[in-house]
């Protein structure tokens, strides 16, 4: 549903998003909302720095450790190897592309704690000139959903997904 959502306007930009489905996916323990902001964040990322490519290409499937894994893939400008280390921290943008795109530096960090927040991983993969390939995971509800039930340390569904209730924690 995120994809095609976002598909509108990656056409306005002139590209076009592939999405591939790899096998039967799980359903997933996760917000939504949340998960559609990656998504979002990463899609609109590939958008602006995918360069002359009109392909952004969007797989999901289940890894070997039965995780679901997402990758949004440009064929665009890539990322230098010296901003890699620094790519998902609050407020950083590369001094090589911030002056043609525009941008927070707040997108990355967002996806990153997101992801992070619901027992995730986030990485890149990237050549310059060749393109990116942001990947993250999200655990299978069958994986955890024991631990929803038995958990007693706060985390209770609410109207926007799984939070964690901080009044429980005061002394």
């Known amino acids: 549903n995120a994809i095609n959502d976002l598909a509108l306007r990656a056409g306005v930009h002139g590209k076009h998003i592939e999405l ?5 996916i799980p359903p997933v323990a996760v917000d939504q909302l949340s998960i559609h902001e990656v998504l979002n964040n990463l899609v609109d990322n590939a958008i602006k ?9 969007v797989t999901t499937s289940v890894n070997k450790d039965g995780l679901i894994e997402t990758s ?8 230098p190897s010296a901003v ?7 407020f ?51 994986k955890i959903k024991h631990e929803q039930t038995d ?3 706060g985390i209770m569904r609410g109207a926007h997904g799984w939070i964690k209730n901080h009044s429980l924690n005061r002394q």
Request: proline share 1%.
């Open 151 to 153: 958990n007693q340390d």
């Open 84 to 90: 890699m280390p620094d790519l998902f921290q609050k």
């Open 49 to 57: 720095y995918s360069g002359n490519s009109d392909k952004i290409v």
């Open 72 to 79: 949004v893939q440009d064929f665009g400008i890539g990322i």
């Open 92 to 142: 950083y943008r590369s001094h090589k592309s911030r002056v043609q795109i525009g941008g927070t530096g707040l997108g990355l960090y967002l996806c990153k704690s997101i992801v992070t927040a619901h027992d995730g991983n986030i990485w890149v993969r990237s050549k310059e000139g060749e393109g990116s390939i942001f990947t993250f995971t999200i655990q299978a509800f069958d």
């Open 20 to 24: 591939q489905i790899n096998g039967e």
